[in-house]
Nanobody, 124 residues
Framework: QLQLVESGGGLVQSGGSLRLSCAAS????????IGWFRQAPGKEREGVSC????????NYGDSVKGRFTISRDNAKNTVYLQMNSLKPEDTAVYYC?????????????????WGQGTQVTVSS
């Protein structure tokens, strides 16, 4: 059974940076696309970024393009989300998720395994 654990969230000022980590256990992530999603209070969960199983393909939501970077280290079974130039509207619980397929997708319904989430709060 695959388990995902997010870490790296916290409180940061507007313009600051955070790096989220998604560590997997139970099986390898090598063949799984990984997505980062976020959910703010009263809003639907939205796709932030995703990366293919090999790491060769990535995609970003329009609101984070140019500010966030997704990467993966399959040797460490970990995926990262580097978040720069953070804005108050980035405040949300951030979740990582693993898909059974290797192709990167921003469709949350393609993802089978989810972590518990990590809170990111950006103050103005």
């Amino acid at each position: 059974q695959l388990q995902l654990v997010e870490s790296g969230g916290g409180l940061v000022q507007s313009g600051g940076s955070l790096r989220l980590s998604c560590a997997a256990s139970g099986r390898t992530l090598d063949y799984s696309a990984i997505g980062w999603f976020r959910q703010a209070p009263g809003k639907e969960r939205e796709g932030v970024s995703c990366i293919s199983g090999t790491g060769s393909s990535t995609n970003y939501g329009d609101s984070v393009k140019g500010r966030f970077t997704i990467s993966r280290d399959n040797a460490k079974n970990t995926v990262y989300l580097q978040m720069n130039s953070l804005k108050p509207e980035d405040t949300a619980v951030y979740y990582c998720a693993a898909a059974p397929a290797s192709i990167a997708t921003m469709n949350r319904y393609e993802y089978t395994y989810w972590g518990q989430g990590t809170q990111v709060t950006v103050s103005s």
